[in-house]
């Protein structure tokens, strides 16, 4: 059994979430992919991948792309700058911890969205969205995300956190 740290629930082995809280029971903070193949002599051998991180695209330094929400709904455009990271979300009051992208404006409690819902972040060069493990999920044009996992977004993608739907708009 696994044991909540925070209301001290039991859940069963391999639970990832608190049935009782929703506290988050496993932490993901890196994933290696492991590909299993057999030699001549049928014994097994287990290879870890790494990633090559000196292969990957970067623009020059002091370049960094803008980005904007444009909310389909109401047709507001908010402007994100003077960072590389963005939390998305709804706000209540006495809320400890708040997004750096308040929805509530935009209907949010009523169309699905968690006061923590996703994040934006510019990594090198490139916008990615994080769904953070949110109640309604996240879909980029249309696919549904899984949690804690970035994905690349391109300038024009439609984004949807619960019902509420939002264009990205990226000028590099």
Do not use: W
């Not at 370049?63 to 979300?89: K, N, W, Y």
């Not at 009051?93 to 997004?99: D, T």
């Not at 769904?131 to 996992?149: A, F, W």
Request: glycine fraction near 6%.
């Amino acid at each position: 059994m696994i044991l909540c740290p925070n209301c001290q629930h039991k859940e069963l082995p391999g639970a990832l979430f608190c049935s009782e809280c929703g506290t988050q029971l496993v932490s993901l903070d890196i994933l290696n992919t492991r590909s299993i193949k057999k030699t001549p002599t049928d014994n097994l051998v287990i290879q870890t991948q790494i990633p090559d991180v000196t292969t990957r695209k970067t623009a020059p330094k002091g370049i960094e792309p803008s980005i904007s929400l444009h909310i389909v709904d109401s047709g507001q455009v908010l402007h994100l700058a003077d960072r590389t990271d963005f939390t998305l979300g709804r706000t209540i009051e006495g809320q400890p911890i708040l997004p750096d992208v308040d929805l509530s404006p935009f209907d949010a409690f009523t169309l699905g969205v968690s006061r923590l819902h996703a994040a934006l972040r510019i990594v090198n060069s490139e916008v990615v969205i994080t769904d953070l493990g949110s109640s309604n999920g996240t879909r980029v044009n249309g696919q549904k995300i899984v949690p804690h996992v970035d994905y690349p977004l391109n300038h024009g993608d439609l984004i949807a956190l619960g019902k509420l739907k939002i264009q990205v708009l990226i000028i590099k």
